[in-house]
């Protein structure tokens, strides 16, 4: 299969966007008339995130489905999951699931098993570096057989992410972080793509936009999925520095910006998914105009 | 509630006994018999793991759940691994649930509501600090309520787990995971039950020794869940480092030694149970002999 940066690029240049759509369905922010059609709460979160996925597909090349939201739904979690995953593929999306999933040896293998080897499998899956390289190869060479790919966590775009990953260490050259990110562009150096960029990425926060350029310019090759625009405060001129010169190497993540986008400003609560859709074009023209100018 | 760390430590004097079954039912080491009496594989997933607790209670307090080996069944996972939960529990036993999980904000309180707030719900919870006290205070908070524990992945028994956690910091007085383990103290430094330990504890595998027994001098109050004795190569003489003076502060765990002793040396594969029970009761005295000794 043809390898996930490639299948990513293609699909970024394709829309002429850089958006990743994040799919966190919390019950508590779903448009209640939706929640009241369905007997339970599930099928509402299939609904709700096939019809976002069908209304921004035009605007985003890339769903992020976020494990926790589905998780929370106990007996009824992977089947719906899975359900939604496929929907958004069948609308030729590509889909990370983020699951910060972290383990060693067999019970990793068994977690890619889990996302990457069922019927209906994940494009992507985020990692959780901690563990060291025994936490994150059994995902990267479960997912490389397949075209599948792998984003590890390197600086995360929440406040307290500085209390582990930027700790400077000996010698004073360098922090947790950056050491990370460069063992994930070693990781992942035999994986390149024909676009330059390889299947093992990194997940870097755009609410540290200096940390962002920085990890840019040490790790040509590495593609990015940037979460934090959007509700967690980052805007289009914080992520610019995310891409090289021709406007590759990373995707943008906005979840609760876009999905929820109808409970900002005067939607009706049936009008959630076009809400959505003009959050997601918006974004991505705020993007393309920072790019380009 | 009562606190977590009271209820561990209560459960482990009344039986004397510091051992915490793995429960990893890989489907490939299971009994072939009892696979194939079973119309789908996580029926004997339930099975398996009922009759090894069943087995097993009266040598071991503890038992901890693998998420992966769950999640690999697909559409069966969380009811297959609330199933097993509920059977141990009734048991008596208490029930970590090995997750690994880290999030932020209202995606953690979502990941630590599928785990704590079900009409069955774990005793504990692993937790990666990869992220920060963003990523464990919500897990801490949630549990805390309920008498639930957290264990923090600070020193991982992995061949690799090096590669973040050993690296040196500035000043070069202290590593990764000792920077973690002192937050991880602290973290918890409000929730001591009577036993003198708190109900935020920390992962710390046996086969680092030197590491274990310099955390538990570092880490005062702060509840070990002790990996890699059994299959991963460590013995009593290790993880005897791990306890204070009065035999109290950690449990250890065997997975695959207990679980899949049937495997080895001269059982049916229909005497699993029996297999495991007697890896169990060896494992509590050889513990035990350690200490005293």
């Known amino acids: 299969m043809e390898n996930f940066a490639d299948r990513l ?8 966007s850089r958006v990743c759509v994040g799919l966190d369905p919390r019950l508590d922010l779903l448009p209640a008339p939706l929640l009241a059609r369905h007997q339970v709460p599930a099928e509402a979160v299939v609904e709700f995130c096939r019809e976002v996925c069908a209304a921004t597909a035009e605007f ?10 589905f998780e929370v739904l106990g007996r009824f979690a992977f089947s719906t999951l899975w359900a939604v995953v ?34 209906i499998a994940a494009d992507a899956i985020t990692v959780n570096p901690y563990l060291g390289s025994d936490g994150i190869m059994p995902f990267v060479d479960a997912g490389a057989e397949q075209g599948r790919g792998v984003f590890v966590l390197v600086k995360t775009s929440n406040p307290s992410s500085g209390e582990v990953q930027d700790l400077r260490l000996e010698g004073g050259y360098h922090t947790v972080f950056e050491h990370v990110g460069e063992a994930v562009r070693l990781m992942g150096a035999h994986l390149h793509g024909e676009c330059g960029y390889s299947a093992v990425g990194a997940v870097v926060g755009a609410t540290y936009p200096e940390q ?9 090759g590495v593609p990015f999925l940037v979460p934090g625009y959007g509700a ?26 876009i999905i ?15 809400a959505a ?6 974004m991505r023209d705020e993007i393309n105009a920072a790019l380009r100018g």
């Open 212 to 220: 962002l350029a920085h990890l840019r310019r040490e790790l040509p």
């Open 260 to 274: 929820f986008a109808y409970r900002e400003g005067a939607w009706e609560p049936e009008q959630y998914a076009q």
């Open 277 to 282: 859709a003009q959050a997601a074009q918006r």
């Open 9 to 16: 690029f293609a699909a970024v240049e394709e829309k002429d």
């Open 232 to 257: 967690q405060g980052a805007g289009p001129e914080e992520v610019a520095a995310a891409f090289d010169e021709s406007g590759r190497g990373a995707i943008v993540n906005a979840s609760r910006s």
């Open 60 to 69: 985003a090349p890339v769903v992020k489905v976020q494990s926790a939201y």
């Open 86 to 119: 496929a929907e958004a593929q069948r609308m030729g999306l590509l889909v990370i699931v983020d699951a910060k999933r972290a383990d060693i040896g067999p019970t990793a293998e068994a977690y890619a098993q889990a996302f990457f080897g069922g019927e």
